[in-house]
T-cell receptor, first 112, second 115 residues
Framework: KQEVTQIPAALSVPEGENLVLNCSFT??????LQWFRQDPGKGLTSLLL?????REQTSGRLNASLDKSSGRSTLYIAASQPGDSATYLC???????????FGKGTRLHILP | EADIYQTPRYLVIGTGKKITLECSQT?????MYWYQQDPGMELHLIHY???????EKGDLSSESTVSRIRTEHFPLTLESARPSHTSQYLC??????????????FGSGTQLSVL
């Protein structure tokens, strides 16, 4: 059974620092991996999607990598800003139309 | 980008009332999902649909029911609301087909409080 783990559960860093959020999954048979952002009391916003054949995706200050063989993905945030404060979730899509599996998220707080 | 809408945004209601949470998407997505999320906690899948007239229960037992009569519409109904139903309900959709580029889109959520 696929399991998705995100470490750490919470993280506080000073503004301007580069940071890495981690996501691990137990079954390498995935269609894709998505990173989402969630602000308190809101829905999830899709940040990046990495297909199973890809190694990384970039959007602005965000870079996500995928290593299927080791069951790991990282979300790199460059030059962090207070507006980046949110919960970041990763999710994997198993093959054969199975349900998407979410991690529990990392709560990120950027200190001004 | 897909447009997916949830109404109401906030709902405060008394115990025993019947409520329907609305979810609509305008991109013709086949797959739709309902998730329940308590503050600061993980997402729990409660219902999903892979197309018209298709509905399935998710991983978390729920007293709610859903219907999928039209592709764009996936309402969730609670016949008799209880305080234990207080939570945030998130609707999501994806294109379907199982491709590796299939992205999941979420609505803004409905925050339900049952008194």
């Amino acid at each position: 059974k696929q399991e998705v783990t995100q470490i750490p559960a919470a993280l506080s860093v000073p503004e301007g620092e580069n940071l890495v959020l981690n996501c691990s999954f137990t079954d390498s048979a995935i269609y894709n991996l998505q990173w989402f952002r969630q602000d308190p009391g809101k829905g999830l916003t899709s940040l990046l999607l990495i297909q199973s054949s890809q190694r990384e995706q970039t959007s602005g200050r965000l870079n996500a990598s995928l290593d299927k063989s080791s069951g790991r993905s990282t979300l790199y945030i460059a030059a962090s800003q207070p507006g980046d404060s949110a919960t970041y979730l990763c999710a994997v899509t198993p093959p054969r139309d199975d349900k998407i599996i979410f991690g529990k998220g990392t709560r990120l707080h950027i200190l001004p | 980008e897909a447009d997916i809408y949830q109404t109401p945004r906030y709902l405060v209601i008394g115990t025993g009332k019947k409520i329907t949470l609305e979810c609509s998407q305008t991109m013709g997505h086949d797959k739709m999902y309902w998730y329940q999320q308590d503050p600061g906690m993980e997402l729990h899948l409660i219902h999903y649909s892979y197309g018209v007239n298709s509905t399935e229960k998710g991983d978390l037992s729920s007293e709610s029911t859903v219907s999928r009569i039209r592709t764009e519409h996936f309402p969730l109904t609670l016949e008799s609301a209880r305080p234990s139903h207080t939570s945030q309900y998130l609707c999501a959709s994806s294109e379907g087909g199982g491709g590796t580029n299939e992205k999941l889109f979420f609505g803004s959520g409905t925050q339900l409080s049952v008194l």
